[in-house]
């Protein structure tokens, strides 16, 4: 639906004498795996200092001190410094919902710590990681449409995307529509500037990487956007509906969860060709399209944990007894067994409903016998 073409507006350059360049393209070769990864603007989901105020009183300095921001997400913050609590809040979403969609599997989308977030697993380029990255890219377009329609944005306001052919004639265009048009462009010209500011050679794993990352951001976004839909609200004498009025609505992020944990399931194994460009490993599939996650690395183990990978392993990991799913103790302890402990849950009880309009309920303790991997 509705994808523009990038705007120049947010484009910036990036201006870096030759000496310090070939010196910097020296210092990451070396670097590369330890450093890039180490720090992302996914730590913006982590920073308290996310609000407003802090914006117009630390102003420049503010964006300089964030932490995992890449030489041109720092112009940015600059220029669009009232974003920047939205691209927080958007990675924040995406986070929770990877542990959401996630809750049950061995790799869970933990995150770490503040700076480095979701650690080391992120340097394979895994489905996993495909998946992080289109998801918090989905969140940060799903921030900032939201954003610009509840006026929260300087530089946008309600949606001006145009009237959708199929609408009846008699219905009004034209409520106040999330700004998916914007949070698109926005979010691409941010998120994706880390990896477009990367340098790398022709053909190596980095460039590679590089190449995965802005397909599965793009990838993100265009889910969101795919499952955007027109939302109408009725007026009218005493609800007669004589009236429609229609917007354009993103759908709930929930949705896009559950869109992209099936793009996940069926993302495409990728690998450089000769010429490097990013192939289909199994060439009788059909392509992946924008709209698909894709992945260069078979995932880690993530049974065990690895300091190497990053894997945390599952030792400690709540499992269910009687389940043959991925949740179950066979799958999730990886046949190292569980213990079993009695625990105390705390839950809503005899509820009871009072005219009107409200439940209220009891709290009760239960205990309830809960399996732990070994
Ligand atoms: C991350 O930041 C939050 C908020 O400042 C803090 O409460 C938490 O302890 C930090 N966690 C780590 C692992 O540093
Ligand atoms: C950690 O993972 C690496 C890479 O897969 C593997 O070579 C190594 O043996 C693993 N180490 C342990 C302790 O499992
Ligand atoms: C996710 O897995 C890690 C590592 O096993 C664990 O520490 C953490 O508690 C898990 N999170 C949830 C929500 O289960
Ligand atoms: C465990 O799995 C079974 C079978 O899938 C399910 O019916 C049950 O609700 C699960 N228990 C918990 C505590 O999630």
Redesign the pocket.
């Given at each position: 639906m509705l994808l523009p073409q990038r705007l120049n507006y947010f484009a910036f350059s990036s201006v870096m004498d030759s000496r310090h360049h070939a010196l910097a393209v020296v210092f990451l070769a070396f670097f590369m795996q330890a450093v890039v990864e180490a720090s992302s603007w996914w730590s913006l989901a982590m920073n308290p200092l996310l609000i407003p105020e802090a914006y117009i009183i630390g102003a420049q300095p503010l964006c300089g001190q964030l932490v995992g921001l890449s030489q041109g997400q720092k112009k940015l913050c600059q220029l669009y410094q009232d974003h920047m609590q939205y691209i927080g809040e958007g990675a924040k979403t995406g986070i929770k919902e990877c542990q959401y969609q996630f809750r049950h599997r061995r790799w869970n989308c933990s995150t770490v710590d503040n700076s480095s977030v979701f650690g080391r697993v992120m340097q394979i380029g895994s489905r996993e990681t495909a998946f992080t990255y289109a998801i918090s890219a989905a969140g940060v377009v799903n921030a900032v449409s939201r954003a610009c329609r509840e006026g929260d944005l300087s530089s946008c306001g309600c949606s001006r995307a145009a009237r959708p052919k199929d609408l009846p004639r008699d219905w009004l265009w034209g409520g106040c529509g999330d700004n998916l048009n914007y949070g698109y462009r926005f979010s691409k010209e941010f998120v994706d500037a880390r990896e477009r500011e990367k340098t790398y050679q022709k053909g190596s794993y980095e460039s590679a990487r590089v190449f995965m990352n802005l397909h599965n951001n793009e990838a993100g976004r265009r889910t969101v956007s795919d499952l955007a839909h027109v939302s109408c609200k009725c007026h009218g004498v005493s609800g007669s509906c004589s009236l429609k009025t229609c917007w354009l609505q993103l759908a709930d992020f929930r949705k896009v969860g559950d869109a992209l944990k099936e793009k996940y399931d069926s993302a495409a194994s990728m690998k450089l060709n000769p010429r490097g460009k990013l192939v289909q490993v199994n060439s009788k599939f059909n392509a992946p399209t924008n709209h698909d996650l894709i992945y260069i690395d078979q995932s880690p183990d993530y049974c065990v944990s690895n300091e190497s990978t990053g894997s945390l392993g599952t030792t400690g990991r709540l499992c269910?007894?009687?389940?043959?799913?991925m949740?179950?103790c066979e799958l999730m302890c990886c046949g190292r067994g569980y213990d079993q402990y009695k625990a105390q849950v705390v839950e809503r009880c005899h509820c009871k409903f009072h005219w009107c309009c409200y439940v209220k309920c009891r709290r009760c303790t239960k205990t309830?016998d809960q399996f732990v991997c070994k």
């Amino acid at each position: 639906m509705l994808l523009p073409q990038r705007l120049n507006y947010f484009a910036f350059s990036s201006v870096m004498d030759s000496r310090h360049h070939a010196l910097a393209v020296v210092f990451l070769a070396f670097f590369m795996q330890a450093v890039v990864e180490a720090s992302s603007w996914w730590s913006l989901a982590m920073n308290p200092l996310l609000i407003p105020e802090a914006y117009i009183i630390g102003a420049q300095p503010l964006c300089g001190q964030l932490v995992g921001l890449s030489q041109g997400q720092k112009k940015l913050c600059q220029l669009y410094q009232d974003h920047m609590q939205y691209i927080g809040e958007g990675a924040k979403t995406g986070i929770k919902e990877c542990q959401y969609q996630f809750r049950h599997r061995r790799w869970n989308c933990s995150t770490v710590d503040n700076s480095s977030v979701f650690g080391r697993v992120m340097q394979i380029g895994s489905r996993e990681t495909a998946f992080t990255y289109a998801i918090s890219a989905a969140g940060v377009v799903n921030a900032v449409s939201r954003a610009c329609r509840e006026g929260d944005l300087s530089s946008c306001g309600c949606s001006r995307a145009a009237r959708p052919k199929d609408l009846p004639r008699d219905w009004l265009w034209g409520g106040c529509g999330d700004n998916l048009n914007y949070g698109y462009r926005f979010s691409k010209e941010f998120v994706d500037a880390r990896e477009r500011e990367k340098t790398y050679q022709k053909g190596s794993y980095e460039s590679a990487r590089v190449f995965m990352n802005l397909h599965n951001n793009e990838a993100g976004r265009r889910t969101v956007s795919d499952l955007a839909h027109v939302s109408c609200k009725c007026h009218g004498v005493s609800g007669s509906c004589s009236l429609k009025t229609c917007w354009l609505q993103l759908a709930d992020f929930r949705k896009v969860g559950d869109a992209l944990k099936e793009k996940y399931d069926s993302a495409a194994s990728m690998k450089l060709n000769p010429r490097g460009k990013l192939v289909q490993v199994n060439s009788k599939f059909n392509a992946p399209t924008n709209h698909d996650l894709i992945y260069i690395d078979q995932s880690p183990d993530y049974c065990v944990s690895n300091e190497s990978t990053g894997s945390l392993g599952t030792t400690g990991r709540l499992c269910n007894k009687t389940s043959e799913g991925m949740d179950g103790c066979e799958l999730m302890c990886c046949g190292r067994g569980y213990d079993q402990y009695k625990a105390q849950v705390v839950e809503r009880c005899h509820c009871k409903f009072h005219w009107c309009c409200y439940v209220k309920c009891r709290r009760c303790t239960k205990t309830v016998d809960q399996f732990v991997c070994k």
